[in-house]
């Protein structure tokens, strides 16, 4: 395992989760560092089975709204050569939906990259049979609000 992913993974171990909900908020906490690693891994195998059927990867361009088929597609030919991606969390917190079957998840997170700097995750994950699966993941830039301005002018120039 990645230095980088054991000390976020001892970090989130460390955070500590109402009673009851233990188990199933470190189920889910170790499926989005499985999801990472994978990624960092170029194993498309572990990655792509880590979504629902339905699945959905929300990318930080406006045209980046892809099913999972979509995504392999796109994501394919980088993994095939052992190109992936590195996002290494940072901070992490994930809700369990107020549905007493404890089945939907909420998260948001953290991550830093080498050539973004700081990005977010979120999402919505479902546990089934299987475990936790990622419904729909969001990867979205951060912007400090006093130089929004200046990027979405940017952004409108292009």
């Keep these: 395992m990645n230095t980088l992913f054991a000390i976020a993974a001892a970090f989130a171990m460390m955070q500590a989760v109402p009673s009851g909900e233990g188990a199933y908020l ?42 999972v088929e979509e995504f392999r597609a796109y994501a394919e030919p980088y993994f095939s050569q052992g190109r992936g991606w590195t996002y290494v ?27 973004y700097g700081l990005v977010r995750g979120s999402g919505t994950l479902i546990r089934g049979d299987d475990g936790w699966k990622i419904e729909h993941y969001v990867l979205s830039f951060t912007v400090p609000n006093d130089k929004a301005r200046a990027v979405v002018a940017v952004i409108k120039a292009d």
């Design 26 to 67: 470190a189920d889910a906490d170790i499926l989005l560092d499985r999801f990472h690693q994978a990624a960092s891994d170029a194993d498309a195998e572990t990655y792509f089975s880590l979504f629902t059927p339905s699945g959905r990867f929300v990318g930080t361009d406006a045209t980046e709204q892809w099913s």
């Design 89 to 115: 969390p940072q901070e992490r917190e994930i809700r369990l939906s107020p549905v007493d079957c404890r089945c939907v998840a909420t998260f948001d997170e953290v991550l830093s990259n080498d050539i």
